[in-house]
């Protein structure tokens, strides 16, 4: 008898509350929220690092010049802040990227979803996901030695750097982008939607055009305002394939510079930290994550919806 | 509605229907093609281009002015180190983030912060990292243009991805696996590191490694902090001969990455150094389509093989 209380105190030392086992688990748990809230901070950090320098810059500038003035030449001595000419760039690249990852994506993704065969899904997923594993300072290559070359021999005219051929690049490094999220808004469509249409006789296409799209629409439009955001956002291809002049111009036979371009060309030369080229640098990178976080915000927003409604 | 009754105007109708239905799949076909095509193309010219510049020699030169003895040394050299730096500081925050917001964080307004955050922070520029990393970590805190700030910005930058890759693969357990742990008597942190943790690591793993692929290519937030670009030195070495063995000089040391190296080359204008970019690209290439291919193959087999 004695032995036997003796164990069960024993098993309740093991197994009943414990201040050090519960002290051990809150320790841990602590230790997981703030690498959780971490990701925050990071958030926090990256606002208040590009606000504040843009602060110092907008005392030197107003911002009236900065969304008015027609130049972009923080470094010359007639110093003009004027952001619009990096937004054209900007604009212009992006347009025709999207050109060329909307539909093309969306006919991959359309393919895939709806009329692939097992075995040609299984192949082309991973491959459109090892294309867009490739770096973009290789695109950025591919388009100015290749594509830039091959688009002269149509145009004879186009100069060797051109939003052109850029924004081609751009486009077809983020088709994998805009299909993959395309194609799973697209199979998120219950099955019964399109069992349904194929008994009333409809063929795959009209299903897919008809049906499917239509119900998979905030899904497919947060793929489009994502692709939009990642090519607002793209460096590399546009900072070696565009040149990087500030250039007001919507032709995307010119060569311009947009927003990151404009960062990447005053980093490679050494500015000193605190001047005014240095300042630019974070107004540019805050009118960028502007852009790109309303456009994700959207992006996210449209993709919850899908989501929530089957 | 114009009634049809004829039966060969219903036949005509259904021919079209279908002849719509052909002619998108081929459509389909030849979208999938420009991506192939575009792919090969890329492939084709860096490796005409770059093949005859690949040899031994490439790999254990510095840079130089003479593009013919020119080398990535130093680059994949920086590459690695930064690559170490990156993996030791993302790895295990993306892992502990990703199991709190998974299995303790409770559904409160903090929690959704912090999610609407992590999908926030996935879609901002990599470039805007560059700059966050050029102000706090080059000059607030004052690490320089050192493998340090470079391998932290990169992490930042990353970190989302592990992140999304662990809870994925967290979430994908059932939940009868934690009940039999808690039935027993486990601790949530014994349920986490003795069975969560193990079971999910080949997801996790095919989260680290796409992120990693993903950070070696990176260039835009590695300019931005200003790294230089002609470096024909390497950082000092982590191995001493004298006690304690180890030294961390090389965490503040100056240094360059292979897509630095390359972007270097592709932006002159001689030709030479070209085809020197196009080495450096084929290298770079491969390198992230073997961590991606290992990735892609792991997630296969995982679904092969786990049934729960």
Same mark, same amino acid.
């Given at each position: $008898? ?110 895939? /979803? ?64 805009? /299909? ?5 808004? $697209?199979?998120?469509?219950? $099955? ?25 629409? /905030? ?33 995307? $036979? ?12 005053? /980093? ?43 | ?33 420009? @991506? ?40 994949? !050299? ?187 080359? !592709? ?11 196009? @080495?450096?690209?084929? !290298? ?25």
């Amino acid at each position: $008898m004695a032995e036997e209380s003796h164990n069960k105190i024993a098993h309740a030392g093991k197994l009943g509350y414990s201040f050090r086992r519960n002290l051990h688990e809150r320790f841990i748990e602590a230790l997981l929220f703030l690498s959780a809230a971490l990701s925050v901070a990071i958030m926090l950090a990256i606002i208040v690092m590009l606000v504040k320098e843009s602060i110092v810059f907008f005392q030197h500038v107003s911002i009236w010049e900065f969304l008015t003035d027609t130049q972009w030449t923080p470094l010359f001595d007639d110093a003009h802040y004027g952001i619009l000419p990096l937004i054209a760039g900007t604009i212009v690249s992006s347009f025709i990227a999207l050109l060329v990852a909307l539909p093309l994506g969306t006919i991959i993704a359309i393919y895939l /979803s709806e009329f692939a065969p097992f075995t040609v899904r299984e192949i082309a997923k991973p491959f459109l996901e090892l294309l867009g594993g490739i770096p973009t300072v290789v695109y950025g290559y591919f388009a100015l030695l290749f594509v830039t070359p091959l688009l002269q021999m149509i145009f004879p005219e186009l100069p060797g750097f051109s939003l052109l051929s850029a924004g081609l690049v751009m486009g077809i490094m983020i088709i994998p982008y805009v /299909s993959s999220m395309t194609e799973d808004a $697209m199979r998120a469509v219950p $099955m019964n939607l399109r069992e349904g249409s194929y008994a009333m006789g409809a063929t795959r296409f009209q299903t897919a055009i008809r049906v499917v799209m239509p119900a998979a629409f /905030s899904g497919i439009a947060a793929a489009y305002i994502l692709g939009i955001s990642r090519a607002v956002g793209e460096t590399m291809v546009v900072a070696i394939a565009a040149g990087m002049q500030p250039n007001l111009t919507w032709n995307p $036979m010119e060569p311009a510079a947009t927003i990151t371009a404009y960062i990447v060309q005053v /980093s490679l030369g050494d500015l000193p930290h605190g001047s005014i080229g240095y300042q630019t640098i974070f107004a540019a990178g805050l009118t960028l994550l502007i852009l790109t976080l309303v456009f994700n915000i959207i992006g996210h927003v449209l993709r919850k919806r899908y989501r929530e409604i089957y | 509605m114009k009634s049809v009754n004829n039966l060969e105007e219903i036949r005509k109708i259904i021919g079209r229907h279908k002849r719509w239905d052909l002619i998108f799949m081929i459509a389909g076909i030849f979208a999938l093609m420009i @991506a192939v095509l575009t792919f090969m193309a890329l492939f084709a010219h860096m490796l005409i281009d770059g093949m005859p510049r690949l040899s031994w020699d490439f790999f254990t030169s510095f840079p130089s002015r003479r593009p013919e003895s020119a080398g990535i040394l130093s680059a994949w !050299v920086g590459t690695t180190l930064v690559m170490l730096v990156t993996a030791v500081s993302a790895v295990p925050l993306g892992i502990g983030s990703g199991i709190y917001l998974e299995e303790y964080a409770p559904k409160n307004l903090i929690t959704e912060i912090i999610e609407i955050n992590v999908t926030n922070l996935a879609g901002v520029p990599s470039i805007i990292y560059g700059l966050l990393a050029l102000g706090l970590f080059v000059y607030q805190l004052g690490f320089g243009q050192s493998v340090l700030a470079a391998g932290l910005a990169l992490a930042l930058l990353i970190l989302p991805v592990v992140i999304v890759a662990t809870r994925e693969a967290i979430r994908s357990i059932p939940v009868t696996i934690r009940e039999g742990a808690y039935a027993l008597g486990a601790t949530k942190w014994q349920t986490v590191s003795d069975h969560l943790l193990p079971y999910s690591s080949a997801g996790i793993l095919t989260g680290i490694i796409i992120g990693l692929a993903r950070a070696i290519g990176e260039t835009a937030p590695i300019i931005t902090i200003g790294a230089l670009t002609f470096i024909a030195f390497l950082p000092p070495s982590p191995v001493k001969n004298e006690f304690p063995y180890v030294s961390f000089e090389w965490l503040t040391a100056p240094f360059t990455v292979m897509p630095i190296q390359m972007f270097n080359w !592709v932006s002159r204008p001689e030709e030479a150094f070209q085809l020197n970019a196009a @080495a450096a690209g084929l !290298v770079l290439v491969v390198m992230t389509l073997a961590m991606n291919g290992l990735a892609i193959y792991l997630r296969y087999r995982m679904r092969k093989n786990i049934k729960w």
